[in-house]
């Protein structure tokens, strides 16, 4: 059986608005990313809020961040979101049996 903890991670992560939005704007942005401060007046967050989500997402490796010269280059580590798209979907429509009350007992 897989792990599903990295999976539950990244999940977490997601499970807040302002994170959301955060990573979805990462999303669009590609492989070039955006600079901490381009996410926050995209997003209008304030730098402690946007540092703080960041780190969240960054703790539950969705999001990669390099830095170049004195700016910080926010990416989405894109394996990883496939990854956890993957988990996802990997039993779409299969079907699912279910057991009825008198074979429980």
């Given amino acids: 059986m897989t792990s599903t903890s990295p999976t ?23 492989e070039d990313g955006l600079r901490v401060g381009d996410i926050g007046d995209h997003l209008g967050l304030a730098p402690s809020t946007l540092a703080h989500h960041l780190s969240t997402l960054v703790e539950a490796g969705l999001v ?21 798209l993957t988990f996802l979907t990997s039993e779409c429509c299969s079907g699912v ?6 074979d429980a007992a």
């Avoid at 539950?8 to 590609?30: N, P, S």
């Avoid at 049996?97 to 008198?102: G, I, K, Q, T, V």
């Fill in 8 to 30: 539950a991670r990244a999940l977490a992560a997601l499970g807040h608005d302002a994170r959301l939005a955060i990573f979805r704007l990462l999303v669009k942005a590609g």
């Fill in 64 to 84: 990669r961040q390099d830095k170049q010269g004195r700016e910080v280059f926010n990416r989405v580590d894109f394996p990883v979101m496939r990854q956890v």
């Fill in 97 to 102: 049996a279910m057991r009825r009350a008198e």
